[in-house]
């Protein structure tokens, strides 16, 4: 799957003219090459490409990590305000020049493997400068604000991470990320100032996102982490599931991690139970007491990987059999077996592809998919 599905695609995905990757492609096959290139993308196909070159000892990988590496940091880094954009133009101009939170947290995570991979120590600068802005702009007294100017003031619009007609203050998604980055520049550096933002992260998870008595993170909330909505998102528990516990893990704090690993089974049962259809997939979410059972491309594969970590955990087999099945069910349903392409974003009530959205785009990456691949080949779940 990695090698003669995935990795192939981002590899025709180059730009060798105007640098990093191209932007989009629709369901049709034809490639956009003037359409903008997401940052959040760029810095994901980054991340993507620096950890199959290390996974595979592959020159060509490494090389494609560098490639990608030149654009994110000569193009993307905004060297005036710090921090990057959210989008630039097919030829590497600032085009939407805003901060998000969630994009500086995938530059961070990008930028620490690629650290890894190659040990440049301007690379490194690099994440922890933008580590020390979501640290500086970001955090308040409770929790991490979102969205903002070029210049790093506020802009109460946080309608790209929100959702149901919300216009959320802050959110799960973006705080799951921000963790996610801060424990990739972790296992990069060992830096204790990043471990004590990370302990502090567990603990507004723990004590404001996560809900015990539902079994299931709550999703978007008002300046004070009131949850806005009845929603169970599916997908992101399962992920944080297995995500949350890993970044707990390399603090080697056996408390804590006891109480991540608790809040991590219940989630992911919550989901096996009200979510997984033996058929071989999980449901998106569920909004009030309805159930919206589409199934995507990385809802799916964060599933393998929850339910997989659970079995490691439990030893119970529902867990081995529901990843099983929905491993299979995407290599039968998801995989577009169409040349140049790569995965399908979501499959219909019929199992027949849905074409109504595209291959690659500013959110469709190799993140969820490629790295599913890679902790399978590496034995981690």
Known sequence: MLRCVILPFWHSMRDDRNGGFFGYIGSDLVRDESSDKGVILMSRILWFFSETAMLLQSEKERNAAEHAYRFLSERAIDREHGGVYWSLSYDGKPSDTSKHAYCQAFAVYALSSYYRLTGDEKALGEAFSIYSLLE??????????????????????????????????????????????????????????????????????????????????????????????????????????WLIEWGASLLEDAELSSRVSAASSAMAWNVYEEAYDARGFIANEKYGDNIDRSRIWWVEAEAVEGFLNEYRKSGNEKCKEAAVSIWRYIKEHFVDRRNGSEWFWAVGDGDEPVYSYPIADPWKCPYHNGRLCMNLMRGEL
């Not at 991490?144 to 210049?151: P, V």
């Not at 919300?166 to 998604?173: I, K, L, P, S, W």
């Not at 004070?224 to 599931?241: A, F, M, Q």
Request: net charge negative; charged share 25%; with cysteine.
């Open 136 to 241: 500086s702009s970001c955090r308040d007294g409770i929790g991490y604000l979102e969205n903002f100017h070029c210049d790093w003031t506020p802009d109460p619009d946080n309608s790209r991470l929100s959702g149901h007609g919300v216009n959320a203050y802050r959110t799960m998604n973006t705080l799951l990320h921000i963790f996610e980055a801060y424990s990739g520049l972790y296992q990069a550096t060992g830096s204790q100032e990043v471990a004590s933002s990370m302990r502090r992260i567990l603990g507004i998870y723990l004590d404001r996102v996560y809900s015990p008595e539902k079994r299931r993170e709550e999703v978007f909330f008002d300046r004070n982490y009131v949850s806005l909505l009845d929603i169970t998102s599916y997908g992101h528990d399962i992920e944080s599931s």
